[in-house]
């Protein structure tokens, strides 16, 4: 097999993963940083294992340090030529193929958030027959991918489109902020807290004194996510009980809980209504543990990717999946 890198360059986290199995995931706030990110995609790749070409999708062309989300692929583009050098670059494109750097310059279109189809395209594999439902659940979205025969059956291309159809949710398990939750609860609405805060408290997700990649730019620890919580609620650390916060973080959950719930009950109906239950539900993404809670209530069948690969290259499900689709060319 042909050795190569795959590289899902988002707006908030840089996913590299090699076809041997290793992945890398780093947090980069492109959006704040876009002159940095040719240095930050070097660090990515140093020291990861040899490869003979790079393959390439993206999100992050929707930062809005770019004027619009052609000039992002362009600008995500270029520095992924300065970091390759003389090394072949692969880049995904729509309808599921790949293209030149040059070619990706002049149909940013094509280029733009076509992630989840690569990884809707390999997965689909794992069931070549009859319906099953990709859910990759991240750091900042939820994709539900209907798939039929082990091929991707999207209502929605674009972002636009799938936000529409209910095949893209803007959630997920570190970055989705607290005040975007609707509540009758009073609650600051202010960018204090995140979803990793909730789910550091309720064990979901383990500590990390290295990650500041918070609401505050403190740690991804349990003290610092009692003490972001403790602001939602217009207190702070001292004044604000850990049972407080740690009972809102059970209403974190239970609300994207239910919109998870909802999404899927969505798309079991516009897409399986009538065919044999239950349907197999392919997951990805550091969500992993929401998407179990979920599926239990539903009629899916969970098939974990994790198991299939290693737990890195499932969370890092696009950056893998492209890697093993150009090492097939």
């Not at 650390?237 to 059970?250: D, H, N, S």
Request: charge should be negative; include cysteine.
């Amino acid at each position: 097999m042909k050795r190569i890198l795959g590289l899902d360059i988002g707006g908030a986290n840089l996913k590299a993963a090699h076809t041997a199995g290793t992945a890398r995931i780093v947090p980069f706030p492109l959006w704040k940083k876009p002159s940095e990110l040719s240095a930050a995609l070097g660090r990515l790749v140093d020291g990861i294992a040899a490869y003979d070409a790079l393959a390439l999708t993206m999100t992050g062309e929707l930062c809005d340090c770019y004027a619009n989300r052609w000039e992002g692929v362009r600008a995500i583009a270029h520095s992924v030529a300065e970091v390759a050098h003389e090394t072949p670059v692969l880049v995904w494109a729509s309808p599921g193929e790949f293209i030149s750097l040059a070619d990706a310059r002049h149909e940013p279109w094509r280029v733009a958030s076509m992630n989840w189809l690569a990884l809707a395209l390999f997965v689909g594999r794992f069931a070549p027959a009859g319906p099953a439902l990709l859910l990759d659940i991240g750091s900042t979205t939820t994709d539900l991918v209907p798939l039929s025969n082990g091929k991707p059956q999207p209502k929605g291309w674009t972002d636009y489109e799938r936000l529409a159809a209910g095949e893209l949710l803007y959630m997920g398990v570190r970055r989705t902020p607290v005040c975007a939750f609707p509540s009758n609860r009073p609650l600051a609405a202010e960018f204090f807290a995140t979803t990793l805060d909730a789910y550091l408290l309720l064990d979901q997700l383990p500590e990390n004194e290295n990650d500041v990649a918070t609401a505050d730019g403190r740690p991804a620890t349990k003290h610092w996510a009692h003490v972001r919580l403790a602001r939602m609620l217009g207190g702070d650390g001292q004044i604000v009980l850990k049972e407080e916060t740690l009972q809102l973080a059970r209403w974190i959950h239970e609300q994207q809980h239910e919109r998870l719930r909802q999404g899927l009950r969505q798309a079991l109906e516009n897409n399986f209504a009538d065919q044999p239950r239950p349907v197999p539900a392919l997951l990805a993404g550091s969500g992993v543990f929401l998407a179990r809670q979920c599926l239990a209530e539903l009629d899916l069948a969970p098939v974990a990717l994790e198991r299939l690969w290693s737990p890195e290259a499932s969370e890092a499900g696009c950056a893998y999946a492209v890697a093993m689709l150009a090492a097939e060319l």
